[in-house]
């Protein structure tokens, strides 16, 4: 039990970082080689393999379908909704209906995609109960 969560602190540590350097490098063009020898340093350093597809790409694709969906929904809503003299309710509105939209596409496309595992829900209290619900495995 030790080893596995030394081993999920060091995975977490490791996004961390990550994450960290994805925010610096938004105002710093420079970033992007950064981001690549820390990957490249914390890979060879890591007694583990860094699972690439899992914890970037799926989660970069689940990122994308929702932004995209909440992108449309808004539009949509905008489209038939908003007038010259609609207020700041209806805006309210069209915002809201593209976050709950946002919200669950991003829910199901987790569960789809399998990013998170019954690993990860198992850190969460009643953790296994939801996992046996949503038949994560």
Request: charged residues 15%.
């Amino acid at each position: 039990m030790k080893t596995s969560m030394r081993n999920l602190l060091l995975n977490l540590a490791a996004i961390g970082l990550l994450a960290l350097f994805l925010v610096w490098a938004e105002t710093n063009l420079d970033g992007y080689k950064v981001q690549i020898l820390n990957l490249i340093a914390v890979s060879r350093v890591a007694s583990f393999r860094l699972n690439y597809p899992g914890y970037f790409l799926r989660p970069l694709l689940a990122s994308l379908v929702m932004a995209l969906s909440a992108r449309g929904v808004y539009a949509l809503c905008a489209h038939f909704l908003l007038t010259e003299e609609s207020g700041r309710m209806m805006m309210l509105l069209c915002v809201g209906a593209a976050i709950a939209v946002a919200v669950i596409v991003y829910a199901a496309l987790v569960l789809a995609l399998r990013i998170v595992t019954r690993d990860d829900l198992a850190l969460l209290p009643k953790g296994e109960k939801l996992a046996r619900i949503l038949r994560v495995r």
